[in-house]
T-cell receptor, first 112, second 111 residues
Framework: GAGVSQSPSNKVTEKGKDVELRCDPI?????LYWYRQSLGQGLEFLIY????????KSGLPSDRFSAERTGGSVSTLTIQRTQQEDSAVYLC??????????FGSGTRLTVV | GQSLEQPSEVTAVEGAIVQINCTYQ??????LSWYQQHDGGAPTFLSY????GLEETGRFSSFLSRSDSYGYLLLQELQMKDSASYFC????????????FGKGTKLSVKP
């Protein structure tokens, strides 16, 4: 597509529920990245993919977080048993392997 | 590991020039990038320096000194719309690794 598309744009969920966040990268971009950003804070790295493989999962905060990418395109970030501290904006970006990032508009997750 | 330091806030007046500094520590260096983020918006790519010196793009310029592990973003002829957060970033673990971002500098442009 023309840009990086993320869905949903907003998600309110109850504590303990699972959520899935979707990222559709720019066509042809082989690299895909997930970050999260709490209000007024910096960008916290979560995970990235080169193609369908994830060379670095070190940023995932706990084993409740997982991500996959299929067909070298769409990626899903799953958070199981959500906690209030998971509330943040989840940002996805894509790029060519060494290029600048194009970010999506993010998913604002609120855990109540 | 990688770490970056940048000022948390900068204030300047419309029409002025402002410089946002960034110092970094990396185990390997693969360039310094800058991103802009308006409140409520997504970060957008501004510039990238792989070699020492100044790169100019319109009103914005970015400088790198690899020997000093230091760079800066220079914004000239400031406009109200330049009010945003600015992040410097370095690659982690190789030229194809993920970016590690600084905590960001919030620039406020006053009339």
């Amino acid at each position: 597509g023309a840009g990086v598309s993320q869905s949903p744009s907003n998600k309110v969920t109850e504590k303990g529920k699972d959520v899935e966040l979707r990222c559709d990268p720019i066509s042809g971009h082989t690299a895909l990245y997930w970050y999260r950003q709490s209000l007024g804070q910096g960008l916290e790295f979560l995970i990235y993919f080169q193609g369908n493989s994830a060379p670095d999962k070190s940023g995932l905060p706990s084993d409740r977080f997982s991500a996959e990418r299929t067909g070298g395109s769409v990626s899903t970030l799953t958070i199981q048993r959500t906690q209030q501290e998971d509330s943040a904006v989840y940002l996805c970006a894509s790029s060519f392997p060494t290029g600048g990032y194009t970010f999506g508009s993010g998913t604002r997750l609120t855990v109540v | 590991g990688q770490s970056l330091e940048q000022p948390s806030e900068v204030t300047a007046v419309e029409g002025a020039i402002v410089q946002i500094n960034c110092t970094y520590q990396t185990s390997g260096f693969y360039g310094l990038s800058w991103y802009q983020q308006h409140d409520g918006g997504a970060p957008t790519f501004l510039s990238y320096n792989a070699l020492d010196g100044l790169e100019e793009t319109g009103r914005f310029s970015s400088f790198l000194s690899r020997s000093d592990s230091y760079g800066y973003l220079l914004l000239q002829e400031l406009q109200m719309k330049d009010s945003a957060s600015y992040f410097c970033a370095v690659r982690n673990g190789g030229s194809q690794g993920n970016l590690i971002f600084g905590k960001g500098t919030k620039l406020s442009v006053k009339p």
